[in-house]
């Protein structure tokens, strides 16, 4: 039996998936909280459980959320991406993956997998999306290998300083209300 369930999140969730997140900026990431880059953190009622086209979704072992991942109806900003970037994931047609990270004790169990395929299902159910877009920094272990399992890259923005975040930008496959899950 699987021991992990993913779900959307519920206001007792919200606690658990913020500490996923902020571990992850700490640890993973190595320069934590950016309020710049993060504010969705703070305030993920407001940014993910109420818009009705946004949508948390957590991984739970237990009671414990182990793994989060994130829908907004939002694009690249620019700056600091390209500017037909921006153009070519509008606000409100675009559905933006954020968050998909998992607890270090519970990677390798196809978590992040699991996470993404649930929501791709809730984009396709939504109906009014044209494109899943998401970029990640590849200075990130296992960051990039990952993204390319699962998505088309569309722009690299690496310039190859690793002081700098080393951004690839992603493209997922629009899924249909029928897509199998596997």
Known sequence: MNPYVIQPALPRHLDGARQVMLDTFYRDFGYGYQPQWHEDVIDLEGTYLLPCRHTLLVALHGDEVVGTTAVRAQGPKSPPHPEWLARLYPDGTTAQLYRVYVAPAHRRHGLARDLVRQACRFVAECGDYRSIYLHTDTRVPGAEAFWR????????????????????HFELPMPTSCDSPH
């Open 149 to 168: 399992s699962m998505a088309e890259p569309v722009f690299d923005d690496r310039d190859g300083d690793p002081e700098h975040l080393q951004t690839l």
